[in-house]
């Protein structure tokens, strides 16, 4: 299409079209300008995305013969989203592609976060020689290695010196954060990628002192300072700096510790490398293994306090890989080792085990149990069904990753409707399948979610209106999203995705209108725009922004172009508010997904707020 237009020298004119993104994937737009004998054209690639929420469950398993699984069709779901993928494979490792991914492509920052992507990346890198996995990234793994080691090291805090921030931009160390990134760092200087000597022996240092009975007073009680103790001698140990001393101290007192803080003990007396630390190590998995729960060929270890350890990232499926990791260290041959690996496989929630943690952990002690146990080559024939249609048949024969995979519609499944997996082998070795199932609602209303979390949101005009769908181009609002909590949590993030035709404003920039910023901070105080010019915002800054833009205790805020984040590491139970101010950008009209608050590291513990739609006029 064209439109005419009128324009004086040197002049400037808007020319609008109307479009509508009908589908997602990538559009590409031409605009060409004809004047007389002069022209010009400019070419665009838009990326459209839809933001109907997907939601994903997942089965997973492995058969000797013979299994079958059920699948049912949710009511008010779209007949045009998802479908069933099947994937079977000859070994259990071709099964941990997804937690890898989950770790890789995890949105956040923080130095645990990244720290566990870069183990991430170590497994790609070492799964890749040893079985081919994922051969697409294996030219470039290196250059992101190198860059994850990169952003660890600009985490360093000033003070105490060694130790690493928790998030960019924090002037002090946290002891949790360099204890886990200096395990990483380890293991990446371990695997030959260049780490700084000086960064292991200044972490040493400051991971002994934290060490001091002294610094009891800092903590709640004795077993929370024996918990960090117990997670410090773990990671000494590992970059050869063993302390006998504190280890045997802690040791007294093992009974008092969570089972997770049991299993760094188990470790820092492995590091050791003696008999005796040897057998203590054997003694603490010993009594771990005596509390699993045994059903069939898999194990679980019911860890009712997890839980509330959450602020040094425990969850139960990271205590089971601990316990894993550190039965294969005293005894690969321990019959129990196969089972609670088994248990972990089946722990999984759509590939993964829920927080950067847990997979860390799960990833490490299951490629190491693999390693292991698929000694002998498979050799089968198998087939699988979805009711009574074939969907792929094939062989396995010698070592491999290769998946096979079939794929079928959300038409073939009635809702409601049980339709039952049958999956079929015959001959030497396991069969490992993952079923995952996507499915959309079928309205674009989501009038959100409360899974542990409240979470509201409302868009606040300068004239205090959070009744408005519509704004004109160029318009700010504030976006204050409020947070109740029952209880207390640990490692919370709030993410809100923008509306496309949406941009949040970062006022820490010269370019920011000096009178939005009044309004806006005299809107915040519930006063009128006029009256902010006497009112004394010392307390917050010159201009009163500091008491909302960072976030009601906000550790940590975020601006992408998508999406607008807050990260709190300690929630106290009750109302939280975190505000950032926004500007209409783009006309049109545009989708709104809810936002979402998760524990991170128990992000089934959630909450999302309605969803809907913008006008820009």
Known sequence: TSRGVHLIAGGASEVVWRVRADRSGDARVTLSVRAGSDQDAVRRSLAVIERTPIDTVSAFGSTADRAVEGLQRPAGTRADRGGLKIEVTSSGVAGLEDGIAYLVGYPYGCAEQVSSRLLALLYVEHLGKVFGLLPDRQASIGAEIEAAVGRLLALRANWPQGTFAMWSGRESGSILATAWVLTVLHEADQRGHSVPAGVFAAGAQALTASLDSKRIREYADAVHFDTDRAMVLDVLGKIGKADAGYTAELWERRADLPAFAQMHLAGALIA????????????????????????????????????????????????????????????????????????????????????????????????????????????????????????????????????????????????????????????????????????????????????????????????????????????????????????????????????????????????????????????????????????????????????????????????????????VDRMAAGLHTFSYVARAATRGRFASPGARVEAMYNPEIFGRSAASAVVVR
Do not use: C
């Open 272 to 567: 050791q490398g003696d008999p005796l630390g040897r057998t203590r190590a054997g003694t603490l998995v010993e009594e771990l293994a005596g509390k699993l729960r045994v059903s069939g060929e898999s194990a679980w270890l019911s860890d009712p306090d997890a839980d509330a350890w959450s602020g040094w990232w425990s969850n139960e499926s990271r205590t089971n890989a601990m316990l894993l990791d550190r039965m294969l260290q005293i005894d690969a041959s321990n019959p129990l080792a196969g089972r609670l690996a088994r248990g972990l496989l089946r722990a999984r929630v759509d590939g993964h085990w829920g927080s950067t943690q847990a997979d860390a952990h799960a990833l490490g002690a299951l490629s190491r149990y693999f390693e292991v146990v698929e000694e002998v080559p498979p050799a089968f024939d198998f087939a699988v069904f979805v009711g009574e249609r074939r969907v792929t048949q094939g062989r396995f024969k010698g070592r491999t990753l290769a998946i096979q995979s079939a794929a079928v519609g959300q038409e073939a499944f009635a809702v409601g409707a049980l339709m039952p997996v049958q999956f079929k082998k015959v001959g030497l070795g396991t069969l490992y399948y993952a079923m995952r199932y996507a499915y959309a609602p079928a309205t674009e209303v989501d009038s959100g979610r409360n899974a542990g979390f409240l979470l509201r949101r409302a868009v606040v005009d300068l004239n205090g209106r959070t009744d408005r769908k519509e704004f004109e181009r160029g318009e700010h609002v504030l976006v204050v999203l409020t947070v109740l909590s029952g209880e207390a949590r640990s490692w919370v993030a709030v993410a809100d995705p923008l509306p496309a035709g949406m941009e949040a404003v970062d006022f820490e920039l010269t370019t920011a209108s000096q009178t939005v910023r009044r309004r806006i901070a005299a809107l915040s105080r519930g006063r009128s725009g006029d009256d902010s010019a006497n009112g004394d915002d010392s307390a917050n800054g010159e201009d009163g922004l500091g008491a909302w833009q960072a976030g009601d205790g906000a550790s940590f805020e975020e601006k992408t172009p998508r999406e607008v984040r807050f990260f």
